[in-house]
């Protein structure tokens, strides 16, 4: 018993300190519980950052990357939250996607579900959001135009959903299916 304990520990310190740290983070990770986690900083309409530091990216998306230089000048209420503004029409559709992605999830509880692949080559978990109130996140996302579709073979538990909602914004010429 005292010997298995030494190797574990001696495999811990090796794992933290080398590449495989990412890797065995995710071990780690494979029973926590994603039916309520909190979602700390956004960083595009298809990827997040969980309270833990986790970072999540949204399944059958490609969101537009936009230059956050204005993270600091969000109005919040009294606490925290992002104040919901119109959307501008007149600001680039990367900028308006990513204020969409922060006034619904930053600073939310979410569900996460998982599907066959669950990183990416950037150690990015893949998941399906879903709000407290049921709300499909990444359908939400493509409904309004503010990502492309992007499914994939092995990634496929939502696909019908997914595709409904990208086409709906291509009939209605919303965000990015507008050009």
Do not use: C, W
């Amino acid at each position: 018993m005292k010997t298995a304990n030494i190797f574990l520990i001696t495999t811990l310190l090796f794992v933290t300190n080398s590449t495989y740290a990412q890797e065995f983070d995710f071990l780690l990770r494979a029973n926590k519980d994603y039916s309520h986690v909190k979602i700390n900083k956004v960083f595009s309409a298809d990827s997040f950052e969980l309270k833990d530091g986790e970072k999540i990216r949204l399944i059958g998306l490609a969101a537009p990357t936009v230059n956050i230089r204005k993270r600091e000048d969000v109005e919040r209420d009294k606490y925290g939250f992002p104040v919901k503004r119109p959307v501008d029409p007149e600001s680039p559709v990367e900028e308006q996607s990513y204020n969409f992605a922060v006034q619904l999830l930053e600073k939310q509880h979410v569900r996460l579900e998982f599907d066959h692949n669950k990183k990416d080559d950037q150690f990015f978990t893949y998941a399906y959001a879903f709000l407290p109130d049921g709300t499909f996140v990444n359908t939400e996302i493509l409904r309004y135009g503010f990502a492309n579709l992007q499914t994939s073979p092995v990634n496929k538990k939502y696909n019908d959903q997914l595709r409904e909602a990208y086409k709906e914004a291509r009939r209605e010429m919303r965000g990015l299916q507008s050009y």
